[in-house]
C-alpha cells in the first residue's frame, strides 16, 4: 500500500502541475488578448473565457455579438473582460443556473451587453453579501468608463446584467 500511496501522490502532483501549467497559459494568453485590446479582440476573449468556464462548471454559456464591431480602447476592453469574468463567477457561486447568454449589440452609440442567466435570482433590493460586491465592483467598472450598469431579477427566474459603454471617438 505504501507503494500504491507514492503512485497516487504522484499522479496528484502531475495533476496539479498540468493544472498549473494550463492556468498559465490561460493568463498568458488573456494578457496577449488585453495587451492587443480591440473590439474584435473582445468578442474572441469572451469566447475563450466562457469555453474556460464551461469546462470548469456545469454552466452552458453562448455568446453572441450584433451589428458592426466598433473602436473601444485598451481600458474598455480591460474593463468589460473583468466585469464579464465577475459576472461569471457570481453566476458560478450563487446562482445555481444551466445556462448563461452574453448578447453584445454595437449598433448605436454605445456597446450594449445583456449577461442573462437561468438561475435561482434574487429580489435586488436585498442583495446577498457575496454577490452585493461582485455587483458593486462591476457598477464601479463600468461607471468608470461612463456607461451603465443596471440588474434585474426575479427569485425563481434568473438574472440580467445591462451593461453599456460608449464606444472611444478616434
Known amino acids: 500500500t505504501n507503494l500504491q500511496t507514492r503512485l497516487d501522490l504522484q499522479t496528484e502532483i502531475g ?5 498549473a501549467n494550463d492556468a498559465y497559459d490561460l493568463v498568458r494568453g488573456n494578457l496577449d488578448l488585453l495587451q492587443a485590446g480591440g473590439m474584435g479582440n473582445l468578442l474572441t476573449l469572451f469566447q475563450q473565457y ?3 468556464v464551461e469546462e ?31 459576472a461569471l463567477s457570481n ?18 452609440e ?16 436585498k442583495v446577498p453579501a457575496g454577490v452585493h460586491y461582485g455587483l458593486k465592483f462591476m457598477q464601479e467598472r463600468i ?3 461612463d456607461g451603465s450598469f443596471t ?20
Open 15 to 19: 495533476n496539479m502541475l498540468k493544472a
Open 50 to 52: 466562457a469555453v474556460q
Open 56 to 86: 470548469r462548471s456545469p454552466l452552458k454559456i453562448g455568446v453572441m455579438s450584433s451589428g458592426k464591431p466598433k473602436h473601444l480602447s485598451p481600458n474598455q476592453v480591460r474593463q468589460l473582460f473583468f466585469v464579464f469574468r465577475e
Open 91 to 108: 453566476i458560478e457561486k450563487h446562482a445555481l443556473a444551466r445556462n448563461v447568454t452574453l448578447d453584445m449589440d454595437w449598433s448605436g
Open 110 to 125: 454605445c456597446l450594449s451587453m445583456n449577461i442573462t442567466d437561468d438561475g435561482v435570482g434574487f429580489l435586488v433590493e
Open 143 to 145: 461607471e468608470k468608463l
Open 151 to 170: 440588474v434585474q431579477s426575479e427569485k425563481q427566474k434568473g438574472t440580467v446584467l445591462h451593461i453599456s459603454v460608449p464606444f472611444q471617438k478616434r
